[in-house]
């Protein structure tokens, strides 16, 4: 079997979390509308099984045989690790999320780096040197060409087909998935043969309690405008699971008194509709009964507390 790790990088909000979903197939990451969504490195596993077909069945003998059959698909599972938004972090969670981005960089067997639109310069070059210096093999990702002028897409790809970094380019649309299986192929091929590093029905590696935090803030950040998402942490207060029912108790931070109010909303009005939305999907994805309980309390610039950033997760406890 063919198998690696691969790591997809590039600015705030050009899809890298859709794109990640769309190889895995199913929702490992969350995805929003606003910049900086994802803050982890979060892995997403895509397994397909060597098939082999009976001796009875193979017609042709002498070619590559298992015990008793001819292997007709020598399977591959490719580990996505999906990563924070690179920007220039105004603050310590900004500059641990886009070191988290760097140091994934040195650790894959290849790299897609994304981009949704032509900028010669500022984040994305910045971004494409990063990447540059990496020694891993490079595939170039256009998204969004769903909604992108073919004038746009040819000015993107001549100024990185001109770098002779990229191995391959490809112009996708994460969203609807096309050429996504055409991209999938490629990265298979650019990997060696190696061990399955993942049982075959795994497709994150990431605890139940992460996901749940997840949901929450996907479903809080959905119904919040400008600044007040980046403020935005959950928490799990507490967590009890029964064999009928799993009661989960989360607090969302913020950073401000009136985004409590805005949070909260209209006699609470927003916060249920961000409590149902994340049970339900919750419910789906856990294929569980949840009872979920929000409460939104305020701490003040904890992006800027390396306390804070630990708590919340992100950021790696040193050694
Ligand atoms: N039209 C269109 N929209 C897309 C496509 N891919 C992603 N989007 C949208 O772009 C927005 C950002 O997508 P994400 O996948 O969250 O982007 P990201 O790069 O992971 O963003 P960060 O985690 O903030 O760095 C979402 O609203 C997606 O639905 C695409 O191919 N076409
Ligand atoms: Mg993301």
Not at 263 to 280: D, F, S, T, V, W
Request: proline letters at 4%.
């Amino acid at each position: 079997m063919r198998s690696g790790f691969i790591g997809i990088i590039g600015r705030p909000n050009v899809g890298k979390s859709t794109l990640l979903n769309q190889m895995v197939g199913e929702k490992v990451a969350i995805t929003t509308d606003k910049p900086q969504t994802t803050r982890n490195s979060i892995r997403g596993i895509y397994t397909r099984m060597p098939s082999v077909i009976d001796a009875a069945d193979s017609a042709d003998a002498g070619t590559a045989r298992t015990a008793g059959g001819k292997i007709i698909d020598e399977g591959c599972q490719m580990i996505f690790i999906d990563t924070p938004g690179v920007h220039k972090g105004r603050n310590k969670l900004g500059q641990a999320m886009t070191e988290m981005a760097a140091n994934t960089l040195y650790e894959v067997d290849a790299v897609i780096f994304i981009v949704d639109s032509y900028s010669e310069k500022g984040g994305d070059r910045y971004v494409f040197d990063m990447v540059k210096a990496c020694e891993a093999p490079k595939i170039l990702v256009i998204n969004k060409i769903d909604i992108m002028e073919p004038d746009e897409y040819l000015k993107i790809y001549n100024l990185y087909d001109s770098a002779g970094v990229f191995d391959e380019i490809y112009g996708t649309s994460a969203l609807t998935g096309k050429n996504v299986p055409e991209l999938m192929e490629h990265l298979e091929s650019m990997l060696d043969e190696g061990p399955m590093y993942f049982p075959e029905d795994m497709i994150t590696d990431y605890p139940e309690r992460f996901l749940v935090t997840e949901i929450i803030r996907e479903k809080t950040l959905m119904c919040l405008d400008e600044e007040v998402p980046h403020g935005i942490a959950v928490e799990i207060e507490s967590y009890e699971e029964t064999p009928k029912l799993t009661r989960i108790g989360c607090v969302i931070f913020c950073e401000k008194k009136s985004h409590k109010g805005i949070i909260i909303g209209k006699q609470g009005k927003k916060l249920k509709g961000i409590g149902k939305a994340a049970r339900e999907e919750l419910e789906a994805l856990l294929g569980t009964k949840i009872y979920l309980e929000l409460w939104v309390k305020v701490r003040e610039n904890w992006r800027d507390s390396d306390r804070a950033l630990l708590e919340f997760g992100y950021k790696e406890r040193e050694q």
